[in-house]
């Protein structure tokens, strides 16, 4: 029990679809962060939110959407999606978007784009 | 151009031996690192960390060096247990209020019995 789950753990998807991935923490932490791992890529950070607000994206195409409604739960939403877009999507959380914080991962949904 | 560097994809030790992993940065203005491991089909999960004015930190089993001059730092497990056989990720991020992290690529360890 990581305190961080993320659903669906799997997805395929076609292009035209529309779908969201859900993130819930249950830590008490301030920050949530969506991360993209792409095959034989390092982690790369995509949104980061802090006390519910966007303070970061890291020049993500707009195809992806993040949606914060409350500091325990992150969303995010897909739409017309691309194949290269296939790749492990992590959702994390922190105290807050400090410095010198840890982030604490969920298990990660393997999206599919057909 | 990758800021956090992982150049050995894998490693194997035997059990009870010491395992190092490697990580190289490139960006001076770093100033906190962190190591993650992870499982297959989960996520990763905090290790250990260091901040910039430290060039050591020990937990257990697990100790972190970091030499700020070579940009480099490394994760020592001794003894090295079957169960540590994981990804490793070395991470770091900046004095900034972003909670950025920049991973390396990970390297995966195996330890045999």
């Known amino acids: 029990e990581t305190g961080v789950t993320q659903t669906p753990r799997h997805l395929v998807m076609g292009m035209t679809n529309k779908k969201s991935l859900k993130c819930e923490q249950h830590l008490g932490h301030n920050a949530m962060y969506w991360y993209k791992q792409s095959a034989k890529k390092p982690l790369e950070l995509m949104f980061v939110y802090s006390l519910e607000e966007r303070v970061e994206n890291n020049s993500v195409p707009s195809r992806f959407s993040p949606e914060c409604p409350n500091s325990s739960h992150l969303f995010l939403h897909l739409h017309t999606l691309q194949p290269e877009d296939s790749a492990l999507y992590l959702c994390?959380?922190?105290?807050?978007?400090?410095?010198?914080?840890?982030?604490?991962f969920g298990q990660g949904t393997r999206l599919t784009v057909v | 151009d990758q800021q956090v560097k992982q150049n050995s994809p894998s490693l194997s030790v035997q059990e009870g031996r010491i395992s190092i992993l490697n990580c190289d940065y490139t960006n001076s203005m770093f100033d906190y690192f962190l190591w993650y491991k992870k499982y297959p089909a989960e996520g990763p999960t905090f290790l250990i960390s260091?901040?910039?004015?430290?060039d050591k930190n020990e937990d257990g089993r697990f100790t972190v060096f970091l030499n700020k001059s070579a940009k480099h730092l490394s994760l020592h497990i001794v003894p090295s247990q079957p169960g540590d056989s994981a990804v490793y990720f070395c991470a770091a991020s900046f004095s900034s209020n972003t909670g950025k992290l920049i991973f390396g690529q990970g390297t995966t360890l195996q330890v045999k019995p």
């Open positions: 994390a959380s922190s105290q807050d978007a400090a410095m010198n914080t840890e982030a604490f």
């Open positions: 260091i901040s910039s004015i430290k």
